[in-house]
Nanobody, 120 residues
Framework: QVQLVESGGGLVQSGGSLRLSCVAS????????VGWYRQAPGKQRELVAR???????NVADSVEGRFTISRDNAKNTVYLQMNSLKPEDTAVYYC??????????????WGQGTQVTVSS
């Protein structure tokens, strides 16, 4: 079982930066693939960035060059560093962890989300 808690959201001016944190409970977190998703009002939830258990990363085209995802397994934490923020980045940001136990079991965990608001 994994519980995820996001933090670091807030109100920032356009061009500013925020760092989101996703802290997990449990001992399997280091074996999970983790993604940051966001959902703006009236829009579908979308993938922003993803990091595998091995540390391989990818980010959405819309945030390429501005957002960076990283993880610190010793702290059971995944980060999303967001620079050069734009008003269109305004959304609730969610952390998602996926775990495959290698024996047919596949588990998905979501956090409660953290609000990011970028003013123009």
């Amino acid at each position: 079982q994994v519980q995820l808690v996001e933090s670091g959201g807030g109100l920032v001016q356009s061009g500013g930066s925020l760092r989101l944190s996703c802290v997990a409970s449990g001992t399997i977190f280091r074996f999970t693939n983790v993604g940051w998703y966001r959902q703006a009002p009236g829009k579908q939830r979308e993938l922003v960035a993803r990091i595998s258990s091995a540390g391989n990363t990818n980010v959405a085209d819309s945030v390429e060059g501005r957002f960076t995802i990283s993880r610190d397994n010793a702290k059971n934490t995944v980060y999303l560093q967001m620079n050069s923020l734009k008003p269109e980045d305004t959304a609730v940001y969610y952390c998602k962890a996926e775990y495959d136990n290698g024996r047919g079991g596949y588990y998905v965990y979501w956090g409660q989300g953290t609000q990011v608001t970028v003013s123009s």
